[in-house]
């Protein structure tokens, strides 16, 4: 037995993990922490209040009683439970518990469908009533088991007795095995699925990362990821002519492994909170205080269908390998191999693995059978019942089982057709003198007929390893070593070269080697892992979808649109924050509408609940509620994250950068969104990336639209989102979503269209809209919103930004918080979608008033911009790379201005001392690295790169103290002191400044 140390209960900041009850169960020892125990003792009552409780009779022994391992894991959690709360137990019930642990001892629990009668045996163990079971599987009785671990019944009180029998620490402990043997059983599923592949020559194109990624659950690929790994470099699979072709046990075992992956993780999480239950004293009446989550046993029922959807996958490929083994054995003798006598008894040994695979089969079915009935119990159960938490683990235990034993049958198949298609191990051959090598200009050797028939088998790398020890195993061996000449004995019956092997008395050892939980399986998976892992090294790289690495060229155009986009910000008196990439979930939650949809969720690690940050609105809302900011003009530069369907050629990502903008605080009506307006156009201006238009509503006065229209108010978000499509989609596509999707009347949905074509020149669109006989004139809303319009119009006109815009009743953004005006800018005759948008949101800050207690329900006006720096940029590249293909040149990586360059031995730290210079004096410089570089080297790496100057000199240079300039562009030099240079640059590089493109280049420019 392995030595494992003792697992400490309670400390602070202690948390036990599921490994360690996994430990527990096995037999490893417990040690209480002496604060946990201090702390006990503090809370319990005195000595002499204490009233022990007159133990109950000893109930009828129930037929059906949890194992041994799930017994412990039972009284690992209930000791938990008693260390990490103030439930009043006295400290020698926990070393009680400690000590029955430690002893090997468990108590003997009930598998009923609750908790509550497998923790009253537990409770009545420490009452002296009942009945143990030690580690060797002797039954004990209470008294005996308690005097074995060294101590007597502590005797309970009331109060103590209905603390032990609270909560679902049995449940859980099961659980906790379950979810922890159950991944390295998953391990080994993937593993023996690789081998019965090759037995089967399968083809496996199912598993590769492009078939297995168009349908991408995160279980799936990993578990095809792993099956991959282990079979690189085996030549057995995708066999075109002798193997089974595509076969859906292989095709889908992907599909169903990454199933149960995903079922052992969503029950880890529930078991995982168990450890952290404290234990709470009971209500005065005597009622306990902790109630069973219904996550527990849901949990555990969906990893009991996985489990024996695996365990039924696994079965099929072996039913296959069965009914394939006489044609194996058939074809190996017709490859040339010795094994006639195989091919004879072939028929017995596929009637054994079939027989075989029905034992298991039963199993199954009975598991499903267990888990039907725990469903329907769970379905039925009312508020008040008890959870049937224990027997929706009893039900993933036996799943678990079920699975175990299907996966030692599909090893064992695997492992015998194998060796029947590689023949009989041969006897070891006298030494032969080694042949005399071919004289010269002979015959050359035929390395194809040296492989021989069967005897060429290759296998992958990882199911070798694997094949090698399960056939170990079932030959008889130990599975890690065995004598030479007593496992060739054992190989040549596997192979059924002697007609004959007993497969059935092969299989529990097979069985037992295969075991989660032991240690020299263990071993083994943890070297097949680092096959996988290996091999994962050695794959061809790739990129996430909706993501992408940017180039050095990219990253020089994105600084120059980040630079100018900054710069107006700053011009504008605005500050810079920034937040964190991830907020809480409930953060996020409720802000987008629809949208909410496409926010990426973290992974729950046990703590708070995160997700990635959709946008930079909701975060500066947050930031500002929680500081308690006033008024704020603030810019921030980030990236964003949405799981939208990427369209990388329109510049939609899954990661993205955002340019934002925003102004909150209370101000006169209008002033801070003419501002974010004018700062909108004097960006698109400055990027110059063609002609433009600002799309600009209110959203008050589209609810008032809805409204005349008659759209009930509880579907003005709804519709709002369908409209918000006009841009991407036809007037008939957006009402037919009205219509069929929405529900919405189609006059009502005519109305609509009536006013969403309306669009035009600002001031003129609201002279129309205007007019007393208009509708939207005559709604108090909307007339309030056209007030306000015509203030901001008037602002824009004074600080010259109103020639862009456009008012457009048909932009309606889709984002709930707007709560006013709304924007959005669009390039004229582009197809890449909206470039920047934004409007105000009045009251997203005020949805945190209340969380962070800040404002007392007061509301912090804002409006703000926010600019798709990912389009702009897709623009900007498009534009460069245009005008560099005109010009016969390239974009340029780098800003240098200036190669230092010399001629002769011996210049380096010349060059590095004036490069050095140079940089003081802010020059961009670079020298080169080789020592002694040819001057066609230096020559063509300023050309390539685009360097406009190049300082050079040699050694009649360096005599006479001076230095050639070289301008690149102009094929021109001129000679000046060499402590002159600095000036003479500073006067020539302003007329090469914001260079972008490379105009001159040298094909075999090398490395400077």
């Known amino acids: 037995m392995v030595q494992q140390h003792a697992v400490i209960c309670g400390g602070a900041g202690a948390t036990a993990t599921l490994d360690q009850v996994v430990a527990v169960a096995g037999g490893a020892h417990v040690a209480l922490d002496s604060a946990a125990l201090g702390r006990l003792k503090k809370e319990s009552p005195a000595p002499k209040a204490f009233q022990a409780e007159e133990p109950a009779a ?12 799930q017994a412990r894991a039972a009284l690992f959690y209930k000791l938990l439970a008693l260390v990490n709360g103030r439930s009043g137990v006295r400290p020698v019930v926990a070393e009680a518990i400690a000590a029955l642990l430690n002893a090997g001892g468990a108590p003997r629990l009930p598998a009923a469908d609750s908790d509550a009668p497998a923790l009253a045996a537990l409770a009545a163990l420490l009452q002296g009533v009942g009945a143990a079971e030690a ?27 209905a603390v032990l029998s609270d909560g679902q620490g049995a449940a859980a402990g099961t659980a906790a095995l379950c979810v922890q043997a159950g991944k390295l059983l998953l391990a080994s599923a993937n593993a023996v699925a690789a081998l019965a592949a090759e037995a089967l020559q399968a083809d496996v194109k199912a598993l590769d990362t492009e078939a297995v990624e168009a349908c991408p659950h995160k279980g799936a690929i990993e578990a095809a990821d792993e099956i991959r790994g282990l079979l690189d470099g085996s030549r057995q699979v995708n066999a075109k002519k002798a193997g089974v072709g595509s076969l859906p046990a292989i095709s889908n075992a992907a599909q169903v492994h990454g199933s149960l992956l995903e079922a052992l993780n969503a029950a880890a999480g529930p078991a995982k909170a168990e450890l952290a239950v404290a234990a709470l004293p009971p209500t005065k009446d005597g009622a306990p205080q902790q109630a069973g989550s219904p996550s527990l046993a849901s949990a555990l029922l969906l990893l009991a269908t996985a489990t024996l959807k695996a365990a039924g996958i696994s079965l099929k490929r072996s039913a296959a390998i069965a009914e394939r083994l006489p044609t194996v054995a058939a074809a190996a003798v017709v490859a040339g191999g010795d094994a006639a006598a195989g091919a004879a008894g072939a028929p017995a040994a596929a009637a054994a693995l079939q027989q075989l695979v029905g034992g ?44 175990q034993q299907a996966v030692a049958v599909e090893a064992l198949a695997a492992a015998t057709s194998l060796r029947v298609q590689e023949g009989a191990p041969a006897a070891p051959a006298e030494p032969v003198a080694a042949p005399a090598a071919p004289a010269e200009g002979g015959k050359k050797k035929d390395k194809k007929k040296d492989k021989g028939g069967p005897a060429g088998m290759l296998l992958g790398k990882g199911t070798a390893l694997l094949r090698d020890y399960v056939e170990n195993v079932a030959a008889g061996g130990s599975g890690a070593t065995a004598e030479e000449d007593v496992l060739e004995h054992r190989l040549q019956r596997l192979s059924l070269a002697d007609g004959s092997a007993d497969l059935a008395a092969a299989l529990p050892a097979v069985a037992a080697a295969l075991d989660p939980l032991g ?4 071993l083994h998976l943890a070297a097949l892992r680092g096959v996988i892992e290996a091999n994962q090294a050695r794959r061809k790289p790739k990129i996430a979808k909706g993501a992408r690495d940017m180039m050095p060229d990219q990253m020089a155009i994105r600084e120059v649109a980040f630079d ?14 920034d937040t964190p990439v991830f907020e809480l979930r409930e953060t996020l939650m409720g802000k987008y509408g629809e949208d909410s949809k496409l926010i990426y969720d973290l992974a729950d690690q046990g703590g708070e609940i995160l997700s990635l940050r959709y946008d930079l609105t909701v975060p500066f809302a947050r930031f ?11 810019y921030h530069i980030a990236k964003v994250y949405r799981r939208d369907q990427p369209q990388m050629a329109r510049g939609r990502f899954r990661e993205f950068f955002q340019c934002d903008f925003d102004i909150a605080g209370s101000y006169p009506t209008m002033v801070p969104d003419a501002e974010v307006l004018k700062v909108l156009v004097e960006i698109l201006d400055d990027l110059q990336l063609g002609a433009y238009e600002v799309k600009l509503n209110h959203r008050r006065l589209l609810d008032a639209m809805l409204d005349i229209a008659g759209v009930p108010p509880q579907k003005f978000r709804p519709i709002c989102s369908a409209i918000d499509k006009l841009d991407k989609e036809p007037w008939e596509a957006v009402r037919a979503e009205m219509v069929e999707e929405k529900g919405l009347p189609g006059h009502v949905a005519d109305r609509i269209g009536e006013f969403v074509v309306l669009r035009g020149q600002p001031q003129q669109l609201l002279a129309t809209l205007t007019e007393a006989s208009h509708p939207l004139a005559q709604h108090a809303e909307s007339a309030a919103a056209l007030e306000e319009l015509r203030t901001l119009f008037g602002f824009l006109e004074a600080m010259g930004a109103l020639g862009p ?23 004229q005759g582009a197809n890449v979608g909206s470039i920047a948008a934004g409007g105000r949101y009045d009251k997203l800050v005020g949805m945190y008033d209340k969380l962070v ?29 245009a005008q560099a293909e005109a010009a016969g040149g390239t974009i340029r990586e780098t800003e240098t201005e200036v190669l230092v360059a010399s001629i002769g031995g011996g210049m380096q730290p010349r060059r590095m001392r004036l490069a050095a210079q140079l940089w003081a004096a802010g020059i961009r410089a670079e020298f080169g690295y080789k020592a002694n570089p040819k001057m066609p080297d230096q020559l063509g790496y300023a050309l390539k790169q685009g360097i406009p100057y190049l300082v050079l000199f040699g050694e009649s240079e360096v005599e006479a103290g001076v230095v050639k300039i070289k301008d690149l562009d102009a094929n021109t030099e001129e000679t000046v002191p060499e402590g002159e240079v600095i000036a003479r640059l500073q006067q020539l590089l302003p007329s090469k400044a914001g260079r972008r493109i490379v105009y001159q280049q040298k094909e075999d420019g090398a490395s400077a």
């Not at 000893?58 to 391992?69: G, Q, V, Y």
């Not at 240690?519 to 263990?522: A, E, I, L």
């Not at 500002?624 to 603030?634: C, D, M, S, Y």
């Not at 800040?854 to 790379?881: C, D, T, Y």
């Open 564 to 577: 100018k986009i900054t710069r107006v910000f700053k011009r504008h008196g605005a500050v810079s924050i």
């Open 519 to 522: 240690h020299q399986w263990q």
């Open 805 to 827: 815009i456009v008012f457009d009743l048909s932009l309606a953004r889709g984002l709930d918080y707007y709560t006013g005006v709304i924007y959005e800018a669009v390039l």
């Open 624 to 634: 500002v509620a929680l500081h308690g900011v006033g008024n704020i003009k603030r």
């Open 58 to 69: 000893a109930a009828a022994a129930s037929a059906a009683a949890l194992e041994w391992p």
């Open 360 to 403: 298991a089969a039963a199993a199954v079915e009975a598991g499903k059978r267990q888990a039907a009935e725990v469903a329907g119990k769970l379905a039925l159960a009312g508020e008040e019942e008890a959870v049937p938490s224990l027997a929706a683990a009893q039900a993933a235990y036996a799943a678990h089982k079920a699975l």
């Open 135 to 161: 580690a060797d599987g002797s039954q004990l009785s209470a008294a005996d088991a308690l005097a074995a671990a060294g101590v007597e019944a502590p005797g309970l009180s009331a109060a103590e007795r």
């Open 853 to 881: 207690g800040m404002f007392s329900g007061k509301e912090v006006p804002a409006v703000g911009v926010s600019i798709g720096i990912e389009r702009v940029f897709a623009i900007m590249e498009a534009q460069l790379r």
